[in-house]
């Protein structure tokens, strides 16, 4: 599947061309000629006989923009000064810093920021740790912890090459739920180590987002830190995922007029991702699901299960199919992937059920081509920007720490997951919703809150029951 010119790949080339010259209104002729597209173009200086200009184009992948900086320089008059990768430019020096919500202005501030009088609230909290919440930055904090074992589609690239993710998912906390939260990238992939790492620095969080760990060992992360913690524990390439699948998954059964506990559904991918999303989808009411992983469909009769795929047998296959995935997806009312590209062809989506719905979710490259599963399916979504219906953790998860964060709450349950789907599922109303708007825009405006009261309200009855 040709992947199309994106801002992730944008690019500005500095270069001189004559002032009289006919160089100018060749240069965009230049990039759309290697399939690169222009977005801007900027004088950056004028003389009588040179002009410096700056083009700003958007590329497919690396190797594409040097083609297109190698096109413009093949323009006769053209001289290609420097090139700068906008991506780069923008995490120079970290894309996050701390401030003080305070001012510090004179001695009198100093002195109750500070020391001396810094101390009262010290005590106060020696008195009573619960008092951290409210007399702290642990109020509004979360830590996004990483040891850098699976880092978006790249796979064991360490701790530090983890770091410009983790900056960026605390922007993004920031940006849309007002949360301040705190990369902490761990040199170590020890499962104890990383749990007694977690557990010592937990006092100044009031909530732990674990993040682009590889399975199966955050399921164990996750699983001791919540026995040990008084804070909310939350994997979002587990939960987040499947909060948003929940989610679009209720919006596209209302556009096709379907009910998740009558629909089959099949899945590909039984990792971290796929066994969340299996979980919560059950949790929410679906009864008649098949997961498949590279050995084809899980079943009590296959080999060598461990102990995730024995639970994943267990609960799921009603009939005990055997076979492979394209056998599993004929019949199946939903389609979810989450594991490798190019799996599926059209003919194996015409062999779904009539109203047919498709969530090929790995990225860049999903299952299938989404413009051959239209040519089948009612309703189709994938984890990209350049298609509608992108199924985005962002859509999600800085409301959900908002919410149990005014919750104070000390744990996170299914309950509280599926109240954040339907808030999510929502905020789409009857008049905007199609097959092509079953889930809303990061930006919308009113998306974080809405998502964080039903959390709030959920954790809230969680406490009192």
């Known amino acids: 599947m040709a992947t199309l010119p994106s801002v992730s790949y944008s690019i500005t080339v500095r270069l001189e061309v004559d002032a009289g010259g006919s160089a100018v209104g060749s240069l965009t002729n230049a990039v759309e000629h290697v399939g690169g597209m222009v977005t801007a173009l900027d004088v950056a200086a004028a003389g009588h006989e040179r002009i410096r200009i700056d083009v700003t184009c958007a590329a497919r992948d690396t190797e594409h923009a040097q083609a297109i900086v190698d096109s413009l ?5 053209v001289v290609v000064h420097k090139v700068s990768d906008r991506t780069f430019l923008m995490h120079l020096g970290g894309k996050i810093e701390m401030k003080s919500k305070v001012p510090l202005r004179n001695r009198d501030e100093l002195s109750m920021a500070y020391t001396p009088g810094v101390a009262r609230v010290c005590q106060a909290i020696a008195a009573n740790k619960e008092d951290a919440r409210r007399l702290t930055v642990k109020r509004n904090s979360v830590a996004v912890v990483t040891d850098g074992s699976a880092v978006l589609g790249l796979g064991n ?33 020890d ?28 399921f164990e992360v996750e699983a ?43 899945m590909s991918g039984a990792g971290a991702a796929g066994t969340a999303i299996l979980k919560l989808l059950m949790h929410a009411g679906a009864r008649n699901i098949v997961v498949c992983d590279v050995d084809g469909a899980v079943h009590g009769g296959r080999d060598h299960l461990d102990d995730n795929l024995r639970w994943i047998a267990e609960h799921t296959n009603p009939e005990g199919y055997g076979g492979d995935l394209k056998g599993a997806v004929a019949g199946a009312d939903v389609f979810i992937g ?5 799996l599926l062809a059209g003919e194996d989506i015409a ?22 599963a ?8 994938t984890g990209r920007s350049d298609y509608p219906n992108q199924i985005n953790n962002v859509l999600v998860f800085p409301g959900f720490f908002r919410g149990l964060l005014d919750a104070q709450s000390d744990h996170v349950d299914s309950d509280m997951m599926v109240a954040a789907a339907e808030a999510l599922a929502d905020v789409v109303t009857e008049d905007e919703l199609g097959p092509n708007y079953i889930i809303p825009s990061v930006f919308h405006a009113d998306l974080s809150a809405h998502v964080a009261t039903a959390v709030r309200e959920a954790a809230l009855r969680a406490r009192k029951a």
């Open 191 to 218: 499962v104890d180590e990383i749990v007694r790492t977690v557990q010592v620095l937990a006092p100044g969080f009031g909530g732990i987002n674990l993040e682009d760990i590889s399975a199966p060992r955050c």
């Open 73 to 77: 320089g093949a323009v006769e008059g």
């Open 338 to 342: 989450v594991s490798a590209p190019d």
């Open 351 to 372: 062999e779904m059920n009539e109203d047919s719905i498709i969530f090929a979710l790995a990225n860049p490259d999903p299952e299938i081509d989404p413009d051959i």
């Open 374 to 381: 239209h040519l089948h399916a009612a309703v189709v979504a």
């Open 224 to 266: 001791r830190l919540r026995e040990l913690l008084d804070i909310p524990v939350f994997h979002d390439d587990q939960h987040g995922t499947a909060i948003v699948v929940l989610a679009a998954l209720r919006n596209a059964l209302r556009v096709v007029g379907k009910k998740l506990e009558e629909v089959r559904i099949t």
């Open 157 to 189: 690239i360490g701790p530090e090459a983890a770091m410009p993710v983790m900056e960026g998912k605390a922007a993004l906390f920031k940006r849309f739920a007002d949360i301040d939260a705190w990369p902490i990238a761990l040199d170590t992939q």
